[in-house]
């Protein structure tokens, strides 16, 4: 879990979000109000959207939440269910007090025996989409999304 969470106001343009992002190298940027959660934006939300103008209360979802003492059985299966990848940890204030990705959870799996058995077959797709040359790339993207393919 990544304790130093960097949090955005939900008054904030999406240029500032954006810029966040790039600025700290992450995928997905919490919003806050009065240090509460209030939703969450993401990069594919924009590559979605098409555009990077607005503010992001118009743009935000309200993510699944976990808190401290969760189970990692439970973050993951939030991130199965929503298709987003990264949880924000909250506490019962609703206050973020860290946030848990997809990679942090393979980062700490890496050193489990069970882990290290696995192979490539065990967890492969064994399904296609594909994309045409010619498709347009919204299409492309409304497929990444329903299949949850990054």
Do not use: C, W
């Amino acid at each position: 879990m990544n304790r130093g969470v960097i949090t955005i106001r939900k008054g904030e343009s999406l240029r500032k979000a954006i810029s966040l992002m790039e600025e700290n190298d992450i995928k997905e940027l919490p919003v806050v109000e009065d240090s509460k959660l209030v939703g969450m934006i993401t990069l594919y939300d924009f590559l979605y959207l098409g555009k990077i103008s607005g503010k992001v209360e118009n743009f935000m979802f309200f993510p699944p939440t976990v808190g401290p003492k969760d189970s990692i059985s439970k973050v993951l299966d939030l991130i199965l269910m929503s298709g987003v990848e990264a949880i924000p940890v909250v506490d019962k204030k609703r206050r973020v007090v860290g946030i848990i990705s997809e990679y942090d959870i393979l980062k700490s799996f890496k050193e489990s025996l069970k882990f290290r058995k696995l192979r490539a077959r065990d967890v492969m797709r064994k399904s296609i989409t594909p994309v045409k040359p010619k498709d347009r790339i919204g299409k492309a993207l409304r497929l990444m999304q329903f299949h949850r393919i990054d």
